[in-house]
């Protein structure tokens, strides 16, 4: 992990806890991001990290137009964001949304005529309930068992892919239980399954999805994704979908060591109480920090020997070697462990970039709302 460049000097006013996205060192991800796919073709980045209009303007910048995302809301600021752009993106909405919630799906797609909308779907009913402004995805369940069709089932993916007929958008196959500590062993598991899918796909699509985009691999599992030609041997287009490596965090960090990404999201929290020796409690809990993915929820940036325990919902106990030292009011930086959920917790960035003042922007895209 490249260290990060920032520090508080220049947030001294800024009220803890609060998230600060670093544009710059976002902006170097990409880059990163792109090299290691050979291009901007080859990346359909979930929107789900991100979240705000800023950092898809890095996106959009960089050649980036194809996209997932979750929501309806993130959906309505991506298609907003283009829109402000000037350029026509293709979104996969990487979630099986049914009732209004999908009917909120295909307005945005109505309100955004340059927008190309996709959907999941795993089934024939689903796929004939689609609204017709949506393209069907065809979601394959490659064993994490959360969604898609199950890959033994063909009698089921042969009555889909018939219910859908000629407007398949595309393929997605979600490998997100794929992530083993030994990378050798994890690439092994990932070409073995692609491997499945690919005879599968043979004897049910064969040249009818020839052209067709298949999309796989989030994070745990795109650099692997990169090593497999198979797909592409067989007349798919394969793309990959990370989408924490825009603001990278602590659990990809020790899941993809070596990428050369950096800290570009970060959380400012305070010393507010030092309530015995070797403890130091700073302003960030769960309702900052996300605590789902196990511990330590973050890392201090500038205190490697710093270590965070389990927090509560407004503090952040930190055990604090006694040859250092922490004092109340002392800022800290706290990298996430998992970056997606904490974005989404937070109302308001405080956006860092060389060159100008620190300025404070609402996190569009987050949480859950109705479109009227």
């Known amino acids: 992990m490249r260290p990060a460049p920032s520090s508080t000097s220049n947030l001294d006013t800024v009220p803890s806890p609060a998230l600060v996205v670093d544009l710059d060192a976002a902006r170097r991800n990409v880059s990163r991001v792109l090299e290691l796919c050979g291009g901007p073709e080859r990346w359909r980045p979930h929107v789900k990290t991100t979240k705000l ?81 949506l393209l069907p995805w065809v979601d394959l369940n490659p064993g994490m068992d959360r969604t898609g069709l199950p890959l033994d089932d063909e009698e089921r993916l042969a009555a889909t892919l018939a219910a859908v007929g000629e407007r398949l958008g595309g393929l997605s196959l979600y490998d997100g239980h794929l992530h083993q500590t030994d990378l050798a ?88 109480s030092l309530p015995r020796a070797g403890r130091g409690t700073v302003d960030a809990g769960s309702k900052s920090l996300a605590a789902e993915a196990g511990g330590p929820c973050a890392q201090p940036l500038e205190q490697p020997e710093w270590r965070a325990v389990a927090p509560s919902e407004e503090h952040l106990p930190l055990d604090v070697p006694l040859h250092t030292s922490a004092r109340r009011g002392d800022a800290v930086r706290l990298f996430p462990r998992h970056v997606c959920p904490t974005v989404n917790l937070h109302e308001e960035a405080v956006l860092l970039e060389e060159g100008a003042e620190p300025r404070t922007v609402p996190v569009a895209a987050r949480a859950h709302a109705p479109w009227a």
Do not use: M
């Open 185 to 272: 062993a994890r690439e092994a598991s990932v070409h073995e399954l692609y491997d499945q899918v690919g005879t599968l796909l043979e004897s049910h699509g064969g040249a009818r999805l020839r052209g067709l985009e298949l999309v796989t691999a989030g994070t745990p599992a795109f650099r692997h994704a990169l090593t497999y030609e198979g797909f592409s041997e067989r007349g798919l287009v394969h793309t990959v979908s990370p989408g924490t490596v825009v603001l990278h965090d602590g659990r990809s960090e020790e899941e993809n060591p070596g990428l050369g990404l950096e800290p570009a999201a970060w959380i400012l929290a305070r010393v507010v």
């Open 53 to 133: 209009p800023e950092l898809w303007r890095l996106l959009l910048e960089a050649g980036v137009r194809r996209f997932k995302c979750a929501t309806p809301r993130e959906l309505e600021h991506l298609a907003r964001t283009a829109q402000r752009e000037g350029v026509e993106i293709d979104v996969l909405v990487a979630y099986p949304h049914v009732g209004p919630t999908l009917d909120l799906v295909a307005a945005t797609a109505e309100r955004h005529p340059g927008l190309r909308v996709g959907a999941l779907v795993e089934d024939p009913e689903g796929a004939r309930a689609l609204p017709t402004l």
